[in-house]
């Protein structure tokens, strides 16, 4: 007899399950070499939110199959210069940024939110510790992003959250991700472990001091970790606490791809001149054209600029 099951994390391809009747399955295998729906060229063969279907064995079950993914969230694996899957059949991905301790970076949350839309998956912003007084350029970068329709969430969590009662938008995250799977990607010490343990106390993700974990370069998440909600009245919200990055690099991809993925260089895409146009010096190229009217912000061309410079640099 088959049944299907939702990967929540795994390590050296050994996996932790949940069955779609909610059952846990620890420590299970891959049945065979190579996972049947699955590409040798993929630098891991399952990422949380994966589906896979399981065979009964005698000594326990086993993974027969990844089923059809209906997205899949990726990053660049900079050691193993591969693309590597952090989630799969994903609802929404949260970008997780900070005021500061981190300081906010607008070219990493650009990059993972053109990551979400090339995935055609939608995204949204948390500014957790907001509890942090909020530097005028975040603001200015918040609001860009929020005229493109990202939707933003100010959060607090943790110690803080307790130390003043507030939770800032918290609960309203909590109502919208409810039924849903969510995938949280953050640089290091941002708060995405405490904003987990915040929304699902059982999940007890282990969290960090950030000036020790930042001095020491020490990171706390070394694997993505799916936690789900044991609360299966409420649909199970599955939330999917990826290892925090310091960047957050977009290197499988050509300068045309990645403009595709700004939401607000759309409109002007289809009238540059030059055939395969990078958008960086070409004669007649209307995203240029719309930057110097004003109808691209100078902040998002600027981190379109780097990503691309970086991508040439790559490949030259
Ligand atoms: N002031 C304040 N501190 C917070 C808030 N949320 C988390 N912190 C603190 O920030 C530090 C880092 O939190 P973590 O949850 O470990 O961060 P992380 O993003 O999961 O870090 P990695 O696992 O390295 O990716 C901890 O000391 C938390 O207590 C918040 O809303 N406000
Ligand atoms: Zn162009």
Not at 51 to 80: F, S
Not at 129 to 156: C, F, M, N, W
Not at 168 to 193: E, I, M, N, Q, Y
Request: hydrophobic share 40%; proline share 6%.
């Amino acid at each position: 007899m088959s049944l299907s099951a939702i990967v929540m994390w795994g390590a050296n391809n050994i996996y932790n399950l949940r069955t779609l009747e909610g059952r846990i399955c620890e420590n299970v295998r891959i049945k065979g070499k190579v996972l049947p729906g699955t590409d040798i060229s993929e630098a891991n063969p399952l990422a949380p939110g994966d589906l896979v279907t399981l065979v009964e064995e005698e000594g326990g079950v086993r993974i027969l199959e990844r089923q059809e993914r209906r997205n899949v969230v990726h990053r660049w694996n900079r050691k193993r210069r591969k693309m590597q899957a952090i989630a799969a059949n994903v609802d929404t991905v949260f970008v997780v940024a900070a005021p500061e301790d981190p300081p906010y970076r607008p070219n990493f949350v650009d990059r993972v939110l053109v990551m979400a839309e090339l995935a055609g998956i939608p995204a949204a912003v948390i500014l957790n510790k907001a509890d942090k007084a909020v530097p005028p350029e975040v603001e200015r970068h918040l609001s860009i992003l929020g005229d493109l329709g990202y939707p933003l969430y100010r959060t607090i969590a943790g110690e803080a959250a307790r130390r003043i009662h507030h939770e800032g938008d918290l609960p309203a995250f909590r109502k919208d991700t409810a039924r849903a799977v969510s995938v949280l990607v953050g640089r290091s010490g941002v708060g995405k472990s405490s904003l987990v343990n915040s929304l699902i106390p059982e999940a007890n993700l282990a969290t960090g001091d950030t000036s020790t974990k930042y001095q020491r370069g020490r990171h706390t998440t070394t694997l993505a970790k799916q936690v789900v909600s044991l609360d299966s009245r409420a649909g199970g919200a599955m939330y999917i606490d990826t290892p925090g990055v310091r960047e957050f690099d977009l290197l499988g991809y050509d300068c045309s791809e990645i403009a595709a993925g700004y939401r607000d260089f759309l409109p002007f895409l289809p009238h540059c001149r030059m055939p395969g146009c990078t958008h960086l010096h070409e004669p007649d190229c209307s995203v240029l054209k719309a930057l110097a009217e004003g109808a691209i912000a100078r902040e998002r061309y600027d981190s379109y600029q780097r990503l691309a410079m970086n991508i040439l640099e790559e490949n030259r």
